[in-house]
C-alpha cells in the first residue's frame, strides 16, 4: 500500500505504481474538465537546491488539484540563522498538509518524513532517490506504447554516474521492458544494480558501447559529461558518437521515441525538438498529472 | 483580431484596443463583486529581468481573474545549467496555460510566442516593446478624460530613449488625442516614429524644448537621467526646469492630470503626491483590471 | 475597538484582543471543515527583513482564508531603482486588499499604514512591534491553560535584548496572568517596562538570576547571545546554566509547558521537542488561526 511518504520509487509495488497511472489518467481528464478536487489544501515546497522545473511542476500540479502553495525559499531563511533543519521542517509540518522537499544530502527527506506529521513527498534526494521523476518516466512509456512489458527501451549515456537511471532500471525491471543499456566504455551501469534488478524482476538486459538504435521503441537519452574523461578528445569524441542526430537515427523505427529527463544541453540538438520522434517535452509536461496523483494520495493520508 | 500572442502594441488595431478597453472596465465591475470569470487555469510569469510592480501586476491579474500562478525565478533556475531559453519556454509551455515574459533582448517575446502552443503576453521586452503599459496608460486616460480623441496630452522627458514613449505616442495617434512632445534639446523623439505616426494616423505634433503646461490635460511624464548629459551644471539644470512642481503648474487647467510610468526618483516631488492632479498611482492601479482583460482573452485562444 | 491597521499590541485593547482569540478559534473549527471563509481578495507580502518562518504563516494564514498571495519579493525589486519606500506601499495598496509588512526601521510600518487606504498589518518592526507574535503567544497559552490569567509564567533568557518579551508581558498583565521574570545578570527586563505594565495593570513580577521551574506552568524562553559577554568564561557557564535541559526541569509541574518563538538554536537541546512539555511547534502553528483571524479582521474595513 502507499504510505505516509513518497522518498524512494523502491518503496512502492507495482500495484501503488499501476495505481499512481490510473490516478494520472484520471487527472489528465480533470484538467480538461477544470474542476478541482481538492480544497483549501496547502501544499509546502521546501527546495534546498536549485531545480525551478520540478518545483514548478509539483507547484502546478498542486494548483491544479485546487491546492494552496507555500513555498520555503531558502536564501534568507530562518536556516541562516542557524536553525536545523528538524526545526524548519517541524515548523512547516505545522503550517502544510503535504511537504514536498528536495535536499542535496541523500536521506534527508527519508528523516524529514520521518520527523513530520504530514506526509513528505521526495522532489530529489541528494541526486539518488527522485520517485516522482521515475514515475512520470514510466507513465510517459505507457501513455506513448499504451504498455511497458515488452517495450524495447534504450537507456543512452553515462550510465555510471545518472543514478536516477537506476531507479528507471528497477520501475523497467518491474513492469517486464526489454533494456538495452548503452553508455560509453568506463561509463557503464553498476553491475550491482543490474544484478539486483535481475534478481527482484529477472530482468535480463542487453548492454552496448555505441548507439544502435535499430529496435529501440525508446530512445531515454541522459548526458555525458566530457569531465568524465581525462582526455579531452577522447571525450569530445565519445560524446559526439552518442549526440542523437538526424544521422543518429537512421535505421530507426517509425514510431521510435526519444525521451529525456531535462535540461538538455548538447547531447540532443535543438533541431531534434521538430523531429515526430521527440517526445520530452511531453514527458515533461506528464509531470503535472502524475504529481497531481502523488499529491492527491498523500493529501488522503490520515495523522 | 486580437491573436494568440501580445508583442508588441502596433499589432493591435483599434478595435482590439477598444476591445481591451470595454473588458477591462467590466473587469473593473467585476472586481467589486467579487466573482471569479477562470477557474483552473495556470499563469506562469518568467521575468529575466527585474520588475517587481510589473511582475506583480500581472500575478494580482491573475489571481483576481481566478488563476493561479506559478513564478519561474531566475536566479538559481536551470538556465544556470545551460538549459536553452527555448527549451525552458516549452517546459513551462507543457506547465501553465498562458505565459507572461520579460527579457531584456529585443525580439525574444516574439520568439518564445513561436516556440509555445499557449499564448505568450509580453511582460517588456529589452525596454522595446511593453504593451499593456500602452494599454494602461490609453484606459487611464479615457477614465479620467471619458475620450481620448481631441484631449491635449504632453509627453515630457527624455523622449529619445524612453522608448515606451513611442508606443504610447502611436497610441495616441491611433486614437486621434491631441499630442505635444516636450523633451530637453537633444533629447528629442526620434523623427522618424513622429513621421510613422503621422502617416499612419495623420496625427501631427507639436514640439516643445520647455514645460509649458497651458492648455494640457494630461502631462505624461518620464525620468530624464542625468547620465545623457556630458556637463553635469547642465544636467542638474535642465533636470530642474523639467521638474514637476507647483511652480511648473501655475496657469495648468484644473482637472490637468499627471501621468507617469513609474518607479519615478525625483522628476515628480513627493509632496505632489497629495496634489488633485496626480493619477500616477491609480494608473499603476489600472493596470491590473487592464492586464485582466489581457489575461482573459489570452485564455480564450485554443490550441 | 479594532482599527485599520495593526502596527502595535500596544494598540489594542483587552476586549480586541479577546475578539482575536475568539475568531482564531473559530478559524481552527474552519481549518477542519475545509470552508474558505474569504473570495477575491489579494493579500500582499512585504518582508524587507528575512523572516521566512513568519512570511509563511501569514501566507499559509492568507491562503487557508481563501485569499490569494502576492510577494514583494526585497531584491531586484524597484526599491534597488531608486523608488522611494513611500511610492512601494502606494502602488502595492493599488493592487492588494491587505498590506502584511516587516520592516528593519522602526515606526516604518505605521508610516506605511498612514500612507495606504488599506489596512496594514505589522510583521515585525526593527525587532520592536511584532503584534501578531504576542497574540499567537497568548493565544497558546489561553489554549493550553484554558485560561491567562494567574497563570504562572516564567519569561526566561536575555529579557534586556528580546523586545519582543516586552509586549508579551504587557499583554500578560492585560490578562492578570502571575509573571515571574528569569534573566542573567546584566541581562534583566528594563525596569521602564516593569514600572509601566504595573502602573497601567497593577502587575507585581517576581525577579530572578537563575532559572527555578517549581511553581511554573509555562516557561516561554528565549536566546541569550554570547556576544553579550565581555567574558567567553562567563558566557559559556551562563548559557549553559540557562539551557532547558531535563535537569532544569526536576521539580517541575506535570503539565508545564515549554514555549520559545523560535527559531531556537542551543537553549534548548533537540531532545527536549520529544517531551511531554515541549509546546512551540504547537505554538508556531498557532500562528496561522491567529493570522487568520488578524487577517479576517483586516478585510472588514471599509476605505
Known sequence: MIGKDLVSFRDLEKKDV????????QMEKNLKSGKKLVKNKVVATLFFEASTRTKLSFQTAAERLGCNVIDFGVAGSSLEKGESLADTIKILDGYADVLVMRHPLEGSVRLAGEMSKHPVINGGDGGNQHP?????DLYTILKEKKKIKGVNVHLVGDLKHAR???SLLYGLGMFGADVTLVAPRGLEMDPGV?????????LKVRELSALDVRGADVLYVCRIQKERFLDPYEAQKVVAEFRITEDALVGAK??????????????????????PHARYFEQARNGVPVRMAVIYEALKYKK
Open 132 to 136: 516522482t521523476q521515475t514515475l512520470l
Open 254 to 275: 517509425d514510431d521510435l521515441i526519444i525521451m529525456h529527463p531535462l535540461p538538455k544541453i548538447d547531447e540532443i540538438p535543438a533541431s531534434m525538438d521538430e523531429s
Open 18 to 25: 499501476e495505481h499512481y497511472f490510473k490516478m494520472a489518467s
Open 164 to 166: 536516477t537511471m537506476r
Open 194 to 202: 543490474i544484478k539486483e534488478v535481475h534478481e527482484r524482476f529477472g
